[in-house]
């Protein structure tokens, strides 16, 4: 449901098909359907943003969005986004 609802607005999906998923498709036969196209350098590529933003929730201001404003959320977003850069610089180690 999650990828027909994607596909009417004309976004791409970009996660692996689960083995349940292809399990229940190829018991359907030819009724089941094609694979869904699955493209690896765009995972990758979601997949790094994905660890980034749990990076940043890190963070408990961020997280629940203690600030209102959104200069302010902006600000505390660009400061944890430094503070992260900076401990894993190599630089520094």
């Known amino acids: 449901s999650t990828r027909r609802a994607l596909r009417k607005r004309g976004i791409t999906?970009?996660?692996?098909?689960?083995?349940?998923?292809t399990a229940h498709r190829l018991r359907k036969g030819h009724?089941?359907?094609?694979?869904?196209v699955f493209d690896a350098e765009a995972y990758k590529g979601r997949n790094v943003v994905e660890?980034?933003?749990?990076?940043?929730?890190?963070f408990r201001?961020?997280?629940?969005r203690y600030t209102?404003?959104?200069a302010y959320y902006r600000?505390?977003?660009?400061?944890?986004a430094i503070?992260?850069?900076l401990r894993d610089s190599p630089d520094t180690a």
């Open 13 to 21: 999906f970009t996660s692996p098909e689960k083995k349940d998923h």
């Open 31 to 36: 009724r089941g359907g094609r694979p869904p």
């Open 51 to 58: 660890r980034c933003f749990n990076r940043l929730k890190q």
């Open 61 to 64: 201001a961020l997280a629940t």
């Open 68 to 70: 209102k404003r959104a």
């Open 75 to 80: 600000t505390e977003l660009t400061l944890a």
């Open 83 to 85: 503070m992260l850069w």
